[in-house]
């Protein structure tokens, strides 16, 4: 690199201090489709004379082939280096670049445009200090402009620069520029941004992207790109925050030696301090603060580190090691806003997993309280969140977690939605309080529990869950298992699917959110029947396996039986009984399981019934043997 310095000729020593001691900056650059941003970032090494020779040779041969600026350099190509993005001239993925300046380090992060990639934009912005959002001189301000802006300022990100960028192409017109400018301005003072700065740019000439003073802007007084990101202080405010510390890493090399690894989220921690984990709450004091060169005095914000420990106390990864005297907050039910990444609908009552700081637990969308219009910033009603919508949430746990509210410490307040099948993040959250009932609600316990209670009618309780499409005969086989236990003294009950939604669900319609919560709440009655002791008979379609897994999940082992009814979809509706196929078929019936619904079938049933090859006598019998068999019926538990 020609990157130089004065000092390398007079004191090397005091050049290579000064350039380990230099401050660091993580920035992105996002906005809509075309506006410059791999071209920026691309001028800036350029000019910066931050690209090595072999670099140029293979960019001027790269632009000559595939450029877009004629015999000149297109800089986009020196960013935008998978064949797709090259072939399409557009960023898909996020690809980030590490530069150095004699006044600071800095990691960029140039993300899609494209509506198609915001989780990828998301992803970039989720480590960023500041923001450049560019925007087209000759289109202004455009939807994903607006979508860029909110996610950014969704992100913790408070300071934000604009780049009017193509000025070029509009000859530099200081009344264009006032007019975006003005605009953008409106918009953001609803998103509370620490700092907005515009600068007229063309980054294809490199107009303001060094230095401000151009003579094309003459009109422009302000800094340049680099200049301004120079200067940005985001510093502070990281190491003002209270100390924390989520472990990662619970690190035993040998008997002599129990340290606690993680990157520190924020605050300062020093030798002697006091520390109190969460969320056990257990207290002890930093007897070595451990790095790969060395113990340390001090850590602050942003430094890999392993704590030692005085006392020998409880700490798993996924806690949070924090100061003495400014705790964490822990809670199992939170609102929270979320930016959904999949092409498959958030649906509440779904489980999904939730990875925060490390720890990784079992999560559902309780409630959609609403989604976020990126245009308007208008609060909308929705019962769903399609891809790349913004909503405000309630989120139900299924345990206790330390965090802190995301406006004060993004580390710490921030998570990702996990599909349990896939393993595919499916979105990013934001905490943003606790909600009280997770304080105020505690569990009774009670002096007659599910084994007296089972005892007292000398069985053994469990739900039988009868699934299968619509004229499958779970409702019939259903019907005489439970004749043939009411014949041998059990103590029974049956939730059918039809017969619950005359009551307990009756608000529900048959869309795949309403049918999660059907399912969700047939799941808690029968949970709390099983506690009574009894045997229940679950007679629902239950179309999807995540649904299916929730309901078992809420009773122990041993406790759930699930019945697969499987039978043709063509046997299904030869019988049709209801007569509903022929209106799914007529289009009567929207959202019909089987026709125009997914219907997702078990993967290793307790029970499967084919009744193509038996009658429902037969079946019924094939259940009663299954329950004989492993002491359901016993007279004794």
Known sequence: MSHQSTLIESDIAAYLQAQENKSFLRFLTCGSVDDGKSTLIGRLLYDSKLIFEDQLSALEADSKKMGTQGEGFDFALLVDGLAAEREQGITIDVAYRFFSTDKRKFIVADTPGHEQYTRNMATGASTADVAVILIDARKGILTQTRRHSYIVSLLGIRHVVVAINKMDLVDFSEETFNEIDAAYRAFADQLGFAS???????????????????????????????????????????VERAFRLPVQWVNRPNLDFRGFSGTVAGGVVKMGDEIIAMPSGSRSKVARIVTASGDLDEAQAGQAVTLTLADEIDISRGDVICGGQAPSLISDQFAAHILWMSEDAMLPGRQYYMKVHNKLVSASISDLKHKVNVNTLEQQAGKTLELNEVGVCNLSLDQQIAYDPYKENRQTGSFILIDRRTNETIGVGMLDFSLRR????????????????????????????????????????????????????????????????????????????????????????????????????????????SERRLARRLVDDGEFIEVFVNTPLE????????????????????????????????????????????????????????????GYLSATR
């Not at 790109?225 to 990281?238: G, I, K, Q, S, T």
């Not at 059990?490 to 059907?518: C, I, M, P, S, Y």
């Open 196 to 238: 907005v700065t515009s600068i007229p740019m063309s980054a294809l000439q490199g107009v303001n992207v060094i230095r401000g003073g151009s003579d094309a802007t003459a009109w422009y007084q302000g800094p340049g790109l680099l200049e301004m990101l120079e200067d940005v202080d985001v510093e502070e405010a990281r």
């Open 438 to 545: 997770a304080q105020n609600v505690v569990w009774q316990e009670m002096k007659v529990d599910q084994e007296a209670r089972a005892n007292l009618k000398h069985q053994k309780p469990a739900v039988l869950w009868f699934t299968g499409l619509s004229g499958s005969g779970k409702s019939t086989i259903a019907n005489l298992v439970e004749q043939k236990l009411y014949d041998r003294g059990r103590h029974t009950t049956t939730l059918d699917g039809d017969n619950v939604r005359h009551g307990l669900n009756k608000d529900l319609g048959f869309t795949d959110a309403d049918r999660v919560e059907n399912i969700r709440r047939v799941g808690e009655a029968a949970k709390l029947m099983v506690d009574a002791g009894l045997l229940v008979l679950v007679s629902f379609i239950s179309p999807f396996i």
């Open 571 to 630: 046997l299904c509706e030869s019988r049709d009984p209801k007569g509903l196929y022929k209106k799914a078929r007529a289009g009567e019936i929207k959202n019909f399981t089987g026709i125009d619904s997914a219907y997702e079938a078990p993967e290793a049933p307790e029970i499967e019934i084919k009744t193509a090859d038996l009658s429902a006598e037969e079946a019924a019998d094939q259940i009663i043997a299954y329950l004989d068999a492993r």
